[in-house]
């Protein structure tokens, strides 16, 4: 979500940090546990990503989400609100996770938030274009 949607009112500076491309998902999560210290001091941090993201199953716009989307999606949801951390650090063995993710770039911001954050709170659930999952979770 563009931080103009978030805050349309608001000069808000932004510190954007790209993520080591060779780290494990336990090093991410870790990462994000030493950034939780800034929360204290009123700081937002922010995993900008996707629950899903293959596009080359790429569909029209408003698509129904097929069920490999949906066992994924419905599994990190489960696991996010369930605080299960160490099947999140497996994430890769997830019904369908290899063809909602090709790659993991976009599903890693995910465990850095996480990281750094408390319990999760499903803020949104959507779907674009059948196979983008635009789920948003803010952690306690």
């Not at 951390?85 to 911001?109: C, G, I, M, V, Y």
């Amino acid at each position: 979500m563009p931080l103009s949607l978030l805050f349309p009112d608001a000069n808000v500076p932004v510190v954007s940090l790209s993520l080591p491309v060779r780290w494990s998902n336990a090093e991410l999560v870790a990462l994000g546990e030493r950034l939780s210290a800034l929360r204290e001091e009123g700081i937002l941090v922010i995993g900008s990503g996707s629950l899903t993201h293959n596009l080359y199953e790429i569909m029209p716009l408003e698509s129904p989400m097929p069920a490999w989307v949906d066992a994924f999606a419905t599994w990190v949801s489960g696991r996010l609100i369930a605080n299960d951390r160490d099947a999140l650090l497996s994430w890769e063995r997830a019904p369908n996770a290899q063809k909602n993710h090709p790659t993991p770039e976009h599903f890693q911001p995910l465990l850095v938030a996480m990281g750094a954050g408390g319990e999760a709170i499903q803020l949104h659930h959507s779907v674009e274009h059948g196979v983008l999952a635009m789920d948003a979770y803010a952690f306690s």
